[in-house]
């Protein structure tokens, strides 16, 4: 059974709490907290502020994904408004090591995530200094892109990494995940789920996550 982790992105930001609410009432696990820079992907989204909110009125796993350049510079600002899980890209990171290191120190589980072109083999050195890879299934920026096909091999490769080194790492998977592929992302090696358009468009959000659970 995956983790699921609602994709906040595709909340209703006039009725914020009425979705908090949704999710904290669902069997999801983890919020799914997306922090864009308008300069590592052509999108801005939200910031400390939301998520401070966020973290007063759950209980829940709170699953940060910078999306920005020099993540460094505000790790323990993520920690102090309440992150659990702070994930980084690979490709924002010249020092990837001293990063995860870092995001460690603050006593936050350290997730990398990959770009679609970046092969999981990049990971091979720090795999097991890893909580969680994030394997994206867009090209980060935007909720609602189609799932690119691809990810299924990258899973399978990144899941034979993980046991090859006898790591413990949750692979996570986010972008365009559905229904209509979350029994096959299992089936490959997959642990979480993020779902964003999928659940917050569909008419019954926290069954819809159930159904998700259930892959
Ligand atoms: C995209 C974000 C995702 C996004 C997923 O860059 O990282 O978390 O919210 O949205 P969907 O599920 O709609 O693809
Ligand atoms: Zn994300």
Redesign the pocket.
């Known amino acids: 059974m995956p983790l699921v982790a609602p ?1 906040i ?2 909340a209703d930001f006039g009725n914020l709490s009425k979705d908090i609410d949704m999710v904290n009432q669902s069997q999801a696990e983890w919020f ?1 907290l ?1 922090v ?1 820079d308008g300069v590592f ?1 052509p999108n801005i989204s939200y910031g400390m502020p939301i998520i401070e909110k966020i973290n007063s009125l759950t209980d829940k796993v709170l699953d940060v ?1 910078l ?1 920005i350049v020099d993540p460094d510079r505000y790790i323990s600002a993520f920690k102090q408004v309440g992150a659990d899980i702070l994930t980084v890209h690979y490709e924002a990171c010249t020092h990837l090591h001293r990063t995860i290191q870092a995001i460690k120190a603050e006593g936050m589980k350290a997730g990398v995530a990959l770009n679609p072109h970046t092969p999981v083999a990049v990971l091979e050195d720090v795999i097991k200094d890893l909580d969680l890879v994030l394997i ?1 299934s ?1 090209n ?6 189609k799932f690119i096909e691809n990810t299924y091999d990258k899973v399978r490769k990144l899941k034979q990494m993980i046991m090859a080194a006898n790591a413990q790492v949750i692979i996570e998977i ?4 559905s229904i209509d592929n979350a029994a096959q992302l299992v089936e490959a090696g997959a642990d979480a789920l ?5 659940v917050f468009n569909a008419s019954n959000p926290s069954d819809y996550i159930a159904q998700l659970q259930k892959a």
């Open positions: 994709s992105l595709a799914h997306d864009m992907v994904h999306m994206m867009v980060p920026g935007f909720g609602g892109q986010d972008g365009g995940v993020v779902a964003g358009s999928a």
